[in-house]
């Protein structure tokens, strides 16, 4: 079980990782918003999600999202298409332009971490990497309980 000792640590060290994103982000030749730059991403490994998948990844409002899609569809780099199933809502993709500005970009983010880590292991960055993975599925079922335990309260009170 965690300590909360090792976890102060924990802390430190995921605040410290804000510097480190903050020097990748700052390195980027991207024209567009940082928060843009991040839904690319996400629609680069999700491939078409709907818009209201897209809040719940970032944790944001639906409108907050639909303003950043509005900013990169103007720019032609992703399509809003209907949902077929629900004529209230739309789902997103990258659109070509999208998927190779996309592209160029991770490129030079891993030749960028390439070059920074060329004294670490393979096996090093993989292990890392598999940690960073598990944390994210800790807050992300940790959020999903604390989501059914709200629900469930609401639904006791409503009875």
């Keep these: 079980m965690a300590s909360e000792d090792s976890c102060g640590e924990l802390l430190v060290r995921l605040s410290d990782m804000g510097a480190v994103m903050k020097a990748v982000k700052r390195d980027l030749p991207f024209a567009g918003s940082r928060a843009g730059l991040a839904l690319l991403v996400a ?3 999700c491939g078409e999600v709907r818009m209201g998948e897209l809040a719940e990844m970032f944790e944001v409002d639906q409108s907050v999202i639909s303003r950043h899609v509005a900013d990169l ?3 032609g780099w992703v399509e809003r298409i209907p949902n077929p ?3 209230r809502s739309w789902y997103v993709r990258l659109a070509p332009d999208g998927r190779q500005v996309t592209e160029e970009l991770l490129d030079h983010v891993r030749h960028l971490l390439a070059d920074t880590l060329g004294d670490w292991t393979d096996e090093e960055i993989a292990e890392l990497a598999g940690l960073l993975a ?3 599925t ?3 079922a940790r959020r999903a309980h604390t989501i059914h335990a709200s629900r469930t309260a609401q639904t006791v009170k409503g009875h």
Aim: charged share 55%; no cysteine; hydrophobic share 20%.
């Design 134 to 136: 598990r944390l994210r």
């Design 138 to 140: 800790s807050f992300d």
């Design 43 to 45: 629609l680069s490994r």
């Design 73 to 75: 569809q103007e720019r």
């Design 85 to 87: 199933r629900d004529g």
